[in-house]
């Protein structure tokens, strides 16, 4: 996938999903297959939200937590029936994901990488469901239709195509998991019919600048090892009530005296680009944090950023970012940035 596509740029990538649609080829997330009597209560044992709250046809973000509270990574749960969950990891994670529940299985229980069964491919933006639409996947399938976070299957050119509406962009969208020989067909018709509905391919830059507007955490970044859930700010992502999931006492301990740091947000309210790795101070000097993710945002053309900040440091705090020996002024924020759309 590259940065961005021969004739495009990010902010044009960028701006044809707020404002029309673009197609992500994220073919390089992972694909792990969970089957067998009690498959859905085997990995709600494992992993953080409570996949016990949705039923058959929905998904769930989650997490695989490590036994200290860390993040191993962070995934969609596609919950097809009791006996039958599919997750789609992050490339880098996919096979730590898939060895520590392939490692905790039961007998019954098969856990399988099918990486290079299936492709994805993301269609995001208010113009969406008119792309499908165009290439035969909203037809008779109701794939229009379906809630957010609900996935149905359809068909394409005779072949089935998984449909969720999911997507990490925060405008209405979904993910497509066509077979890997399929893929390629489907691709090339999403794209045809993109351009008329003034759509386009769209590359890594686009999918990070969308995701941060969103304040969506990337793994490896936002979220890690040495990042737990709750310093992250996705304590909506744990099932709390639950009697058993990887790293549940560490985090109920952490929950009880509250995290070291936060995630938050920092707009900029001067002229420059906060980066990944930068110190944040606080307006009398003193430090405060770290920024996590940072770039520039086409939306709102200004520099934005994700930091880890000291628990003290709340919304509308003033702040500035170390930028190359230049303080940066910004003012801390609660993301999104901009509006989502996703529902």
Known sequence: MPISYPGGGVVAEHTVVREAVGVFDVTHLGKISVTGPGAAEFVNSCLSADLAKIGPGRAQYTLCCAEDGGVVDDLIAYLVGPDQVFCVPNAANASEVAHRLAAAAPPAVTVTDQHQEYAVLAVQGPRSAELLAAVGLGLGATVADIDYMAFTDAHHDGARVRVGRTGYTGERGYELLPSWEHAPDLWAALLAAAGPLGG????????????????????????????????????????????????????????????????????????????????????????????????????????????????????????????????????????????????
Not at 210 to 221: A, C, D, F, I, S
Not at 255 to 274: F, H
Not at 281 to 302: D, E, Y
Request: overall charge positive.
């Open 200 to 343: 386009r391919a769209c590359g890594l830059g686009a999918r990070d600048t969308l995701r941060t507007e969103m304040g969506y955490p990337l793994h490896g970044q936002d979220l890690s090892r040495e990042i737990t859930p709750l310093q992250g700010g996705l304590s909506w992502a744990i099932g709390w009530g639950k009697p058993a999931f990887w790293g549940r006492q560490a985090l109920l301990a952490e929950r009880e005296r509250g995290p070291s740091r936060r995630l938050r947000g920092l707009r900029a309210t001067g002229r420059g680009v906060p980066r990944p790795h930068m110190t944040v101070h606080s307006t009398t000097g003193a430090p405060v944090g770290q920024t996590t993710s940072g770039t520039f945002s086409p939306t709102l053309r200004t520099g934005i950023a994700l930091a880890l900040l000291d628990p003290a440091v709340t919304r509308g705090d003033r702040v500035e970012v170390d930028v190359r020996g230049r303080a940066l002024p910004c003012e801390v924020i609660t993301p999104p940035f901009v509006p989502s759309h996703v529902r």
